[in-house]
């Protein structure tokens, strides 16, 4: 148990849904971040929030959408999305960004498959 | 850009040691961090270099040199459960933690 949530933990969709991802942690942190796990690669960092406010958009493709309403939960709105966007999408959670060591824990990922 | 190199596969026996390496080149540097993933779950911490040397925790330590782009990850006493996924990542000048693509290790009985 990290303290990091995250539901679903797997997700079948096609090409034309619309799904969500929801991600809590209840660390009393105050950075959250998305990052896109696919077999062999590094993870990628995706989106960055830090007191609510998304401080990184790493050239994401606007068929994922971020939302941060408060700083204990983040979601990633999912539309349109294409085969290769087939991933784990895991969610962290860190103290603050720019401070302490910057150590992530993790929540234990969604299994995104699309048809 | 970001450049963390580790390998992709490792394969040792119960009860021997293996040493994971990472190096790297990235914009700035405040930090490395190894963390553990076993299929299917969270990445978890296992250790964090910000200074050149060793850092021992049990069975596991990690090393860093700063001025080589270097670090590694000893596994001692190999077990079973150590069979995982091993991630190096880089604290840079953002602070944000960039990750290499981790390294598969087998424990073999």
């Known amino acids: 148990e990290t303290g990091v949530t995250q539901t679903p933990r797997h997700l079948v969709m096609g090409m034309t849904n619309k799904k969500s991802l929801k991600c809590e942690q209840h660390?009393?942190?105050?950075?959250m971040y998305w990052y896109k796990q696919s077999a062999k690669k590094p993870l990628e960092l995706m989106f960055v929030?830090?007191?609510?406010?998304?401080?990184e958009n790493n050239s994401v493709p606007s068929r994922f959408s971020p939302e941060c309403p408060n700083s204990s939960h983040l979601f990633l709105h999912l539309h349109t999305l294409q085969p290769e966007d087939s991933a784990l999408y895991l969610c962290a959670s860190s103290q603050e960004l720019g401070t302490g060591s910057g150590e992530l824990f993790f929540g234990e990922g969604s299994r995104l498959t699309v048809l | 850009g970001q450049n963390i190199d580790q390998p992709t596969e490792m394969t040792a026996t119960e009860g021997a040691i293996v040493q994971i390496n990472c190096t790297y080149q990235t914009s700035g540097f405040n930090g490395l961090f190894w963390y553990q993933q076993h299929a299917g779950e969270a990445p978890t911490f296992l250790s964090y270099?910000?200074?050149?040397g060793l850092e021992e925790k049990g069975r596991f330590s990690s090393f860093l040199s700063r001025s080589k782009g270097y670090s590694y990850l000893l596994l001692k006493e190999l077990q079973m459960k150590d069979s995982a996924s091993y991630l190096c990542a880089v604290n840079n000048e953002d602070y944000k933690l960039s990750f290499g693509a981790g390294t598969t290790v087998t424990v073999r009985a």
């Open positions: 270099n910000v200074l050149d």
């Open positions: 660390l009393g942190h105050n950075a």
């Open positions: 929030y830090n007191f609510k406010e998304q401080t």
